[in-house]
């Protein structure tokens, strides 16, 4: 059984029967046969109220499926539950749940007790039914908000009292609100040296797989780029003509804190990176990022490696927003020679960071490998603006 439960009212039930059985005895010793079966009628109203006590939601079942719900700030939602019920009827009972306050309920009635709210809502469902409830939320800031709470209270039928049933298991169903994102025009500088997979006719590279045309042999072109088909129709060699390729890829390096606390900018900063992050994933860009928040792992701070396409983006999202002020952090120059000595630079660096003349020496010898662009954290309000050094 997935429910913890906890009853009340009960005593006095037991008491109101106790009373019934004494005058049921009087009444049947003195021959008040009428009154015998008045008490008779209330003596079985009581019991089924006991066997109802001990039986509702013996087999009422709460369908924990996981299922992630991921928002931006003011966006709306809806959490959906589903109850399943093979045992008795439940009716008038009250739905409770609880979750993290960086969302809030919409259009229903709710408490805020301390980070949380609370969401009551009325709840009947009977014998061999499912029933889902739509609880719509809205984001309001950046985190992940679980569901901390929820628990059904159910009222005796026919005297004072409840049952309250808690569910015990980890609620699998979660909301995440992403940080937020300006529209931004990103500068990112192609290498027409590394190949790769953007499209670039003054590349030196070309795409194999990707043929476009063709055109008149030339000596020294190579044999298997000649198009047999075409050369039969036109009764001269022709050689494939390819798609040129270069290679663009981006590594965000942010520093977020000093010595071993986050800075007051952390926020704006987690949105700047956000928002190069959206315009590498509208531009089809494989990017990188790593924040010198400490992590558990084989890599000692927070890094998502290079990657492309909608499951990366989503990935680098739920990242940044699980981020806290909270998180410890780890020297931004440690950071830096992990990255120099474990990882390949791509094409472009994004590096921002305060105090950037402490960082000079090592970054000068990131220059001869990448195109390193630096950002200060005083620029950040112009990204709304497109702002670009």
């Known amino acids: 059984m997935n429910w913890n439960r906890h009853g009340s009212g009960m005593r006095n039930t037991k008491m109101y029967l106790d009373l019934l059985v004494f005058a049921f005895i009087i009444c049947f010793l003195f021959k008040q046969f009428i009154f015998v079966a008045v008490i008779s009628f209330l003596l079985l109203i009581g019991l089924i109220q006991i066997i109802y006590y001990r039986k509702v939601g013996k087999k009422f079942e709460f369908v924990n499926d996981k299922k992630r719900i991921r928002l931006m700030k003011d966006t709306s939602s809806d959490f959906i539950l589903t109850f399943q019920n093979k045992g008795l009827p439940i009716w008038n009972a009250v739905l409770t749940i609880s979750f993290q306050t960086n969302i809030e309920p919409e259009g229903i009635s709710n408490t805020t007790i301390g980070d949380f709210h609370e969401v009551k809502i009325p709840f009947s469902i009977g014998y061999k039914k499912s029933v889902s409830l739509n609880v719509p939320i809205k984001g309001v800031s950046r985190g992940l908000a679980k569901i901390k709470q929820l628990h059904v209270q159910i009222p005796h039928p026919l005297t004072d009292g409840s049952i309250l049933l808690e569910f015990k298991p980890y609620i699998l169903k979660d909301a995440i609100v992403f940080p937020n994102i300006y529209n931004i025009e990103g500068d990112f500088a192609p290498s027409k040296l590394k190949q790769g997979d953007l499209a670039l006719n003054s590349s030196l590279f070309d795409d194999p797989f990707f043929p476009v045309g063709t055109r008149e042999y030339e000596p020294g072109d190579q044999f298997n780029h000649i198009h047999w088909k075409a050369s039969a129709k036109t009764q001269q060699l022709q050689t494939k003509v ?97 990255l120099d000595l474990h990882e390949e630079l791509p094409v472009a660096t994004f590096v921002m960071t305060h105090h950037l003349e402490t960082y000079t020496p090592l970054l000068h010898r990131w220059e001869q490998r990448t195109n390193v662009l630096y950002k200060s954290p005083a620029e950040i309000g112009g990204i709304s603006h497109g702002y670009n050094d």
């Open 242 to 338: 390819f798609t040129h390729v270069a290679n663009v890829s981006v590594l965000f390096v942010v520093n977020v804190g000093e010595k071993y606390s986050v800075l007051s900018d952390f926020e704006d900063k987690l949105e700047w990176l956000a928002s190069y992050i959206d315009a590498c994933y509208k531009e089809d860009i494989p990017f990188s990022f790593a924040l010198n928040v400490r992590a558990s792992g084989k890599v000692p701070f927070v890094y998502l490696p290079l990657g492309s396409g909608d499951s990366h983006r989503i990935q680098a999202m739920e990242l940044l927003s699980i981020l806290s002020i909270a998180n410890s952090i780890i020297p931004f120059d440690k950071l830096l020679t992990y």
